[in-house]
């Protein structure tokens, strides 16, 4: 994907004290004007300026609602965090994979469900549209572990029928609603897919490669699957071993059959394929990924791998206890005696060995027909409202739902985007920030624009608006004054107290229309502030800023985030955090723990290696099982935020949200339960 909602800037010269030679521009910026500057703020940093062609976020080409509701002056971020929060809920594709909504598009094939006489039955659709739109978000819970997050109106299955995530019992807001006595319906959550690491690849080819050992250039492969064997000969070639396929009797072509180019690689080949003495967990998934493409099968609900020898049987054994499979060993019943895998467990299980282990093979995973039965455990532990508005994306399919991370859902519904710049998610996202020099005109000119009806516009959401470069470019005061003069609804999340500066706008804004304000302060402790957000303002800076802005009669509330284990989970961390924000007059507070998503998980897992090497092995635990901790941690940090927030008498209520902006700070509501992310 390119960025091809920009063109070039007329060179207008270059801002004060801009050094005069410019680094070379990514291949999706040809025309941007890149500047590096001489003060130490900025030290290392690169700046794109762009003439940007839209800025309230283009749409999807094909989608039926004209805009998506953001906007984002800056891409890249000089607050140099080592985490980024982002969402991505994974959707069950219809070759047994998962891929983000966010990344679907029209024309994709997925499941959703169809009524079959009593049941309804798993059936692959078609992506029809999608889009995003920004929301007030709720977070919702399952027994499983499972966490959603969604608008109040979102539907999903239960077994009382479609539910809304929020709603009444009388009102005009009266419909149903989920409540904690609710069970969803689904598959149970998903895996998350294996890396495909050196020891990943070796474990595959250890499990189909046969007769690598014996002498001579020949070995062939254990099964027939077009998928598996060109991933093997994929992985051959990656470790620098070039096979070819051999032919059968009368020339017919055997498919299994290999042989190396040349002898010299007879010994890499049995190198490759040798079962390590202590097999790693990447070993053990690609080997289990392996064997299923060799002599796998899953029919009618039942899922077996046959497996001719017994060390092989001892490797597999092993390696399905490793990931915790409910797995039998069925006594061989045939002449080979081979012996028989059968995982236990029912559809949850399957589903979670495919996307754990990720065989070759998609035609084996197909569910298509498969009753709406299943003993996952998806009982709502609890639906919370996280105090924000956040973007959220929907799909249309032709069946009117589709699977969103293990459950049957309705169609109603940062770093890694500075990839689609030909920039890395890492390094450049903190040190090559690009620029929209003309975000203030462009927004006054969309607001203006005919089919534009005036609905809300979340900043901060995805890279910070009052990071330090905004004190250069001063991009957000135009901004403001266009939403003002346009009476339009918005909100800003930030931890820059850049945001002070332009007080007297968001006050005249808020005399016309909603203005939401809330800052993210996930602790206060200066000395991990310094290693872990090394650009930002410090956290009591920030907390200051809500006291000012506090006084000035918003309603700011605070994001509690991310609340990282190890380093700020404590109860000491967390009673002096929540006592500063209590102490700073923050309507409410909001705790998130730390998530790490693709992008963000690699580049935060190199920085706590170099600065907290002890820990690595409690995040590969916590992790393991994907982007979110374990609900059981997260449940013992959020008892600890809620007795520290009732010891300092701080309430959350509606987060930072000013109509009319009121003569006196409001009266703080009543206490709600808090949660986290």
């Not at 003993?375 to 409202?385: N, P, S, Y």
């Not at 006054?444 to 890279?463: D, F, I, K, Q, Y």
Request: hydrophobic share 40%; net charge positive; with cysteine.
């Amino acid at each position: 994907m390119r960025w091809d909602n920009l063109s070039a800037p007329p060179d207008e010269g270059a801002p004060d004290r801009a050094a005069p030679a410019a680094p070379p521009l990514p291949l999706a910026l040809p025309h941007a004007v890149a500047r590096t500057f001489d003060t130490p703020d900025f030290a290392g940093m690169t700046f794109y300026e762009v003439q940007a062609k839209s800025i309230i976020n283009r749409v999807p080409g094909q989608s039926r609602v004209p805009f998506e509701w953001t906007i984002n002056p800056y891409r890249g971020c000089s607050h140099a965090c080592t985490y980024c929060l982002s969402g991505d809920t994974p959707i069950l594709m219809a070759d047994g994979r998962t891929r983000a909504i966010s990344e679907l598009e029209p024309g994709d094939r997925i499941y959703g469900t169809e009524r079959r006489g009593a049941y309804r039955h798993y059936v692959v659709t078609t992506v029809l549209d999608k889009w995003s739109t920004v929301k007030r978000a709720h977070r919702v819970t399952l027994a499983d572990g499972t966490t959603l997050v969604a608008s109040g109106d979102h539907r999903f299955l239960t077994e009382r029928g479609w539910k809304h995530v929020t709603g009444s019992m009388r009102g005009g807001a009266r419909r149903p609603y989920l409540t904690t006595r609710n069970r969803l319906l689904g598959t149970g959550r998903f895996a998350v897919a294996p890396k495909r690491s050196t020891d990943y690849r070796r474990g595959y080819l250890h499990a189909l490669v046969r007769g690598a050992d014996r002498p001579g250039t020949r070995f062939r492969l254990a099964t027939s699957a077009t998928e598996a064997l060109e991933r093997a000969e994929r992985f051959l070639a990656d470790a620098g071993v070039d096979v070819e396929q051999t032919s059968g009797r009368g020339g017919r072509r055997a498919a299994t059959a290999m042989r190396t180019t040349g002898s010299a690689l007879v010994g890499a080949v049995a190198d490759l394929v040798r079962p390590p003495d202590e097999p790693t967990d990447d070993w053990r998934l690609g080997f289990l990924a392996g064997l299923f493409d060799a002599a796998g099968s899953c029919r009618r609900g039942v899922f077996r791998i046959g497996v001719a020898d017994d060390r092989r049987c001892r490797h597999a054994a092993e390696a399905l206890d490793r990931f915790a499979f409910r797995w039998v060993r069925d006594e061989p019943g045939n002449r080979t005696g081979s012996c028989q895998l059968r995982l236990t467990g029912g559809l949850p299980e399957r589903l979670r060995f495919f996307h754990l282990t990720d065989p070759a093979a998609t035609g084996r995973r197909s569910i298509e027909g498969t009753a709406l039965k299943c003993a996952a455990r998806l009982q709502v532990t609890a639906v919370e409202d996280l105090g924000l508005e956040l973007p959220l994306w929907d799909i249309t399919t032709g069946t009117g739902d589709f699977i969103a991370n293990g459950v049957v859902s309705h169609n109603c519904f940062a770093r890694n985007t500075h990839t689609y710049l030909d920039l890395d998610a890492g390094a450049d996202f903190d040190r090559k920030v690009v620029v929209k020099v003309n975000a203030g005109e462009l927004v006054r000119r969309e607001l203006s624009a005919p089919r534009w009806r005036g609905a809300h516009v979340a900043m901060g959401t995805n890279v910070d608006c009052y990071q330090r470069a905004e004190g250069r470019y001063r991009l957000m005061p135009p901004i403001l004054e266009a939403l003002r003069d346009f009476a339009n609804p918005f909100s800003i999340l930030t931890k820059g107290t850049l945001l002070l500066r332009d007080l007297p706008l968001l006050r005249q804004a808020a005399e016309v229309t909603r203005v939401g304000l809330s800052y993210s302060v996930g602790f206060v402790d200066e000395a991990l502030w310094r290693v872990a957000e090394p650009g930002t303002p410090s956290p009591r800076r920030r907390l200051d800023a809500v006291r000012r802005l506090t006084d000035a009669g918003f309603a700011v509330g605070v994001l509690m985030a991310p609340i990282l284990p190890g380093l700020s989970d404590d109860e000491e961390s967390i009673d002096a955090t929540v006592a500063a924000i209590a102490a700073s007059g923050a309507s409410g507070v909001t705790p998130l723990a730390l998530h790490l998503r693709p992008g963000a998980r690699e580049w935060y897992a190199r920085w706590l290696a170099r600065e907290f090497p002890h820990l690595v092995p409690r995040y590969r635990q916590l992790y393991r099982a994907g982007a979110y901790a374990p609900q059981a941690y997260q449940r013992e940090v959020t008892a600890r935020v809620r007795m520290a927030a009732r010891r300092h008498g701080l309430h959350r209520g509606e987060t930072g949200d000013n109509h009319r902006l009121p003569e006196t700070p409001p009266p703080a509501p009543a206490a709600e339960q808090l949660s986290l992310l």
